[in-house]
């Protein structure tokens, strides 16, 4: 059996993982909207980033922040609407890691985007 230590505050907990019992999300999950609006402002973010074959980071591009208005989705406090705001911390940086990394765009969106979740859920594959 596997522990691991949970920090709360200054304290830390142990808690033992068992392997068999697992939480995926799935549609009808209590957090799948959220999950979906951060594959959502993954995707936006990645297709905002332009390919630039020559960039060289300056201190500037480790201080921009970009903010992507997602789709809202409802809570489950009765039928509130909340606004879900998405926010991408240096996004020239994070592009020329997975560049230098080997890394593609398409590859990153295949494992973070929501077409991998939606192939799922259309598949009936959760």
Same mark, same amino acid.
């Given at each position: 059996?596997?522990?691991?230590?949970? *920090?709360?505050g200054n304290?830390?907990? @142990? $808690?033992?993982? &068992?392997?068999?019992?697992?939480? /995926?999300i799935?549609?009808?999950h209590?957090?799948?909207?959220?999950?979906?609006? *951060?594959?959502l402002?993954?995707?936006? @973010? $990645?297709d905002c &980033?332009?390919?630039?074959p020559? /960039?060289?980071p300056?201190?500037?591009?480790?201080?921009?922040?970009?903010e992507f208005?997602?789709?809202?989705?409802?809570?489950?406090?009765?039928?509130l609407?909340?606004a879900?705001? /998405?926010?991408?911390?240096?996004?020239?940086?994070f592009a020329s890691?997975?560049?230098?990394?080997?890394?593609?765009?398409e590859?990153?969106?295949e494992s973070l985007g929501?077409?991998?979740?939606l192939?799922?859920i259309f598949?009936?594959n959760?």
């Amino acid at each position: 059996m596997k522990y691991n230590a949970i *920090i709360y505050g200054n304290k830390s907990k @142990s $808690v033992k993982e &068992n392997p068999t019992t697992r939480n /995926f999300i799935h549609p009808a999950h209590h957090n799948f909207n959220m999950v979906f609006n *951060i594959m959502l402002g993954i995707k936006m @973010s $990645v297709d905002c &980033n332009l390919d630039l074959p020559m /960039f060289t980071p300056t201190d500037k591009d480790y201080k921009i922040k970009c903010e992507f208005g997602v789709a809202p989705y409802k809570t489950d406090n009765s039928d509130l609407v909340k606004a879900c705001t /998405f926010f991408d911390y240096a996004p020239k940086i994070f592009a020329s890691i997975r560049k230098f990394s080997g890394v593609s765009k398409e590859q990153y969106l295949e494992s973070l985007g929501p077409e991998k979740i939606l192939s799922y859920i259309f598949k009936s594959n959760f």
